[in-house]
């Protein structure tokens, strides 16, 4: 079975062109041609972010009837797995199915096409607000080459500059040669890590909870030290790797 990931803006065009009852045999269609046409959930996130709840709800059940019961990864499920391999060049083999709650409730709103999402608008906002800054913080990276961390109130209290942190990468340490664009992609990589990784900031962040609660380690300054010592790797190979700049 192939499998094909739509992101929002192809449900979008597709509800342009479908009706429900076009969705229902065009997945069968599909299905018959050996391909399981997939969402993912930061897809759905952004589904359900929609402000018009009438329009979320038309979008939500057009999904319901053209795409699988199978959500793909989020982030946090394809990145947890990847350190747990030893984040090698090449990755061992393993099924892209979500195992997330937001996949369970997906299954069960595609067998029962009467049930929708209920959710938090409110919280759903206020994490994409802080999500939306990140970004923000990216692209202001990118364009001036530094980025200090205690301007993000979720790092209240840590105050380092991205340069600061790579200077204590220990191949950096190790005096590896690296070039001015290299120095920048690897400020990029740990900037996501941190986010993402050390802080939590994603929609769906119980893998990487998981992930911290069996190490034992709970600040994020102590999340940071960690990656920094053992888990350096991750700047420059894997999920966070952002090339070319």
């Known amino acids: 079975m192939e499998i094909w990931y739509f992101e929002t803006s192809a449900v979008n065009f597709l509800m342009q062109s479908l009706s429900v009852e076009g969705a229902l045999a065009t ?31 038309e979008i939500l059940y057009f999904c319901q009837h053209l795409f699988g019961r199978e959500l793909l990864p989020s982030p946090a499920e394809l990145i947890v797995p990847y350190i747990r391999q030893g984040m090698p ?60 961390i205690g301007s993000d109130k979720v790092f209240s209290g840590l105050d380092c500059s991205l340069s600061s942190l790579v200077k204590e990468l220990p191949f950096i340490k190790a005096g590896e040669p690296v070039s001015a664009e290299q120095l920048l992609g690897y400020k990029v990589a740990l900037y996501y890590i941190i986010i993402i990784l050390c802080a939590e900031a994603d929609f769906d962040n119980e893998p990487i909870k998981d992930f ?12 940071i030290s960690y990656v920094l010592k053992d888990l350096p790797t991750l700047v420059h190979r894997g999920r966070f790797v952002l090339w070319p700049i």
Do not use: C, P
């Not at 018959?32 to 709800?57: A, F, P, Q, Y």
């Not at 892209?96 to 937001?102: E, G, R």
């Not at 190490?215 to 994020?220: K, Q």
């Open 27 to 57: 997945k069968q269609l599909q299905l018959n041609k050996g391909r399981d046409w997939r969402l993912s959930s930061v897809t759905l996130w952004e589904i359900l972010m929609t402000s018009d709840e009438v329009r979320r709800e």
């Open 89 to 148: 060049k090449v990755e061992n083999f393993r099924e892209l199915k979500s195992t997330s709650k937001m996949g369970d409730v997906w299954r069960d709103l595609i067998d029962d096409r009467n049930k929708t999402f209920i959710i938090d608008h409110r919280d759903l906002r206020e994490r994409a607000k802080s999500i939306q800054l990140f970004t923000k913080n990216v692209h202001e990276l990118i364009k001036y080459g530094e980025l200090v």
């Open 212 to 223: 911290w609660q069996k190490l034992g380690i709970d600040s994020t300054e102590d999340r």
